[in-house]
Nanobody, 119 residues
Framework: QVQLVESGGGLVQAGGSLRLSCAAS????????MGWFRQAPGKEREFVAA????????YSTDSAKGRFAISRDNAKNTVYLQMNSLRPEETAVYYC????????????WGQGTQITVSS
C-alpha cells in the first residue's frame, strides 16, 4: 500500500504561481512513476503531468509543458508540480497518483488538493 498526501493548493490570482507537493509513504518510492491529474467541477479527471522513477517527464499539452514543471526528490519520497501563469480554467482539484511501469491503470491516488484561480 502507498499513501499519498498532497499539499500546496489554495487560491491564486490569474497569472500567479503555486507549487504542489505530494509526499508518499508505505512502499519503495522509486518503484513508482508519479503523476498529477486534475478534475474540474462537472468534468472528468484529466492528466496534467508525469515523471518516471528515473526523472523522465511528460505533460498533457505544450502549454502545460511551458508553464508547469514536474519533479521528484527520491530521497524525500516527494513529487512536486510547479505551476506558473495559472489560468482561471485551471481551477480544479489536483490529484497525485502513483503507478508502476507495468500497470495499466493508476495504482494509488491521493485525496486531492483544491486550486482556485481567480480572474
Amino acid at each position: 500500500q502507498v499513501q499519498l498526501v498532497e499539499s500546496g493548493g489554495g487560491l491564486v490570482q490569474a497569472g500567479g504561481s503555486l507549487r504542489l507537493s505530494c509526499a508518499a509513504s508505505g512502499r519503495t518510492f522509486t518503484d513508482y512513476n508519479m503523476g498529477w491529474f486534475r478534475q474540474a467541477p462537472g468534468k472528468e479527471r484529466e492528466f496534467v503531468a508525469a515523471i518516471t522513477w528515473g526523472g523522465g517527464t511528460a505533460y498533457s499539452t505544450d502549454s502545460a509543458k511551458g508553464r508547469f514543471a514536474i519533479s521528484r526528490d527520491n530521497a524525500k519520497n516527494t513529487v512536486y508540480l510547479q505551476m506558473n501563469s495559472l489560468r482561471p480554467e485551471e481551477t480544479a482539484v489536483y490529484y497525485c497518483a502513483a503507478y508502476k511501469q507495468s500497470s495499466a491503470t493508476i495504482d494509488y491516488w491521493g485525496q486531492g488538493t483544491q486550486i482556485t484561480v481567480s480572474s
